[in-house]
């Protein structure tokens, strides 16, 4: 499986952006890059995916590199509710099984 | 509403039992997942299944066991050789095909052994 990495955590101030990296340099063509968080004591929960172009939606937007070897979450305006960790997993875009396999995550603090 | 369930969300258990935790979804994914997470670490995979009848193993399977017999369900059992069961688990489904679309995962449920 195609493997990611994240930092381990990252702080930021209520209502600044947030760039959240994620580094996947052995990506294949066909795999997507998505990206779930984590609240306390939760389930993870989607937040976005993309495979080549950027990407929004009302959680959040995605810039992938022109190369595709490294990705970035983009919170627009962090609150307090955004403090979670964050996942940027590979998932085969040929639509099999996989394992569906997380890292550790990046653990996102927010200060009020 | 759809959605993906597990039950319960908090379970006790002695040394020694065997103990099922339930997994339900009215999605109709073909996929579904079964992770353990430990205090401040990500999400290890155990097995998953993409078909009813049929399941892999994952990083993790040791010690634990599950059953695919319908489409919506997944249970997965801790049996009594897992060393160390005391855990956060999630079940996770899926729907297959092209793109692999998003998964949802249920609230989990916190396995205590004492």
């Known amino acids: 499986d195609a493997k990611t990495t994240q930092p381990n955590s990252m702080e930021s101030n209520e209502e600044e952006p947030v760039h959240l990296p994620c580094n996947h340099s052995?990506?294949?063509?066909?795999?997507?890059i998505h990206w779930y968080r984590q609240l306390p004591s939760q389930g993870p929960e989607y937040v976005i995916h993309?495979?080549?172009s950027n990407v929004n939606n009302r959680m959040a937007s995605l810039a992938i590199a022109e190369d595709r070897k490294s990705s970035t979450l983009i919170l627009h305006r962090a609150t307090l509710r955004d403090a979670a960790v964050y996942y940027c997993?590979?998932?085969?875009?040929?639509?099999?099984?996989?394992?569906?396999?997380f890292g550790k995550g990046t653990h996102l603090i927010i200060q009020p | 509403d759809g959605g993906i369930t597990q039950s319960p969300k908090y379970l006790f258990r002695k040394e020694g039992q065997n103990v099922t935790l339930s997994c339900e979804q009215n999605?109709?994914?073909?996929?579904m997942y079964w992770y353990r997470q430990d205090p401040g670490q990500g999400l290890r995979l155990i097995y998953y299944?993409?078909?009813?009848?049929?399941?892999q193993k994952g990083d993790i399977a040791e010690g634990y066991s599950v059953s695919r017999e319908k489409k919506e369900s997944f249970p997965l059992t801790v049996t009594s050789a897992q060393k160390n069961p005391t855990a956060f688990y999630l079940c996770?489904?899926?729907?297959?095909?092209?793109?692999?679309?998003?998964?949802?995962f249920g609230q989990g449920t916190r396995l205590t052994v004492v």
């Open positions: 996770a489904s899926s729907p297959l095909g092209p793109m692999n679309t998003e998964a949802f």
């Open positions: 052995t990506i294949s063509g066909t795999d997507y």
């Open positions: 993309g495979l080549t």
């Open positions: 997993i590979l998932r085969d875009g040929r639509g099999g099984a996989d394992g569906l396999t």
């Open positions: 999605l109709n994914h073909d996929a």
């Open positions: 299944s993409q078909i009813v009848n049929d399941f």
